[in-house]
């Protein structure tokens, strides 16, 4: 299939076109999640295979699922795990008995989330 030289020009416009809405669609959603009220602080290491373990897989009420991926930039356990447990428990909707159950399935992996922050557990509730 033979294509002529200004067919050629008109596809490589649309080409760059096409390329330079990506990157300013890309740039948008990175500032969205770099504005969400949560901070991940990735100073914090956790074992690699906490990054692995998508908050899809958590056995927890589907609210808070929901809160995690709608209002923070939560994606994995790990990243969870290097979040604040006071500004999760502040997030709208995460009332004590959801975080509770979260609280619990993180620590079903052996993982004292509270104490890894410095937090006592009655802190949280207040």
Same mark, same amino acid.
């Given at each position: 299939?033979?294509?002529?030289?200004?067919?050629?020009?008109?596809?490589?416009?649309? $080409?760059?076109? =096409?390329?330079?809405?990506?990157?300013?669609?890309?740039?948008? &959603?990175? #500032?969205?999640?770099?504005? @969400?009220? *949560?901070?991940?602080?990735?100073?914090?290491?956790?074992?690699?295979?906490?990054?692995?373990?998508?908050?899809?897989?958590?056995? $927890?009420?589907? =609210?808070?699922?929901?809160?995690?991926?709608?209002?923070?930039? &939560?994606? #994995?356990?790990?990243?969870? @795990?290097? *979040?604040?447990?006071?500004?999760?428990?502040?997030?709208?909707?995460?009332?004590?008995?959801?975080?509770?159950?979260?609280?619990?399935?993180?620590?079903?992996?052996?993982?004292?989330?509270?104490?890894?922050?410095? &937090?006592?557990?009655?802190?949280?509730?207040?």
């Amino acid at each position: 299939m033979k294509v002529s030289e200004s067919e050629f020009q008109k596809s490589m416009k649309l $080409v760059k076109r =096409y390329n330079r809405l990506v990157s300013k669609h890309e740039g948008i &959603i990175d #500032t969205y999640y770099r504005n @969400l009220n *949560t901070k991940i602080d990735y100073s914090i290491s956790v074992e690699p295979k906490f990054d692995s373990i998508s908050i899809w897989d958590f056995e $927890v009420n589907v =609210y808070v699922h929901n809160i995690l991926r709608g209002t923070t930039n &939560i994606r #994995t356990l790990g990243d969870l @795990l290097r *979040t604040n447990p006071i500004e999760v428990r502040k997030l709208r909707g995460m009332g004590r008995d959801r975080f509770n159950q979260l609280r619990e399935y993180v620590e079903s992996y052996g993982v004292r989330w509270l104490q890894s922050h410095g &937090i006592e557990e009655f802190e949280v509730y207040y």
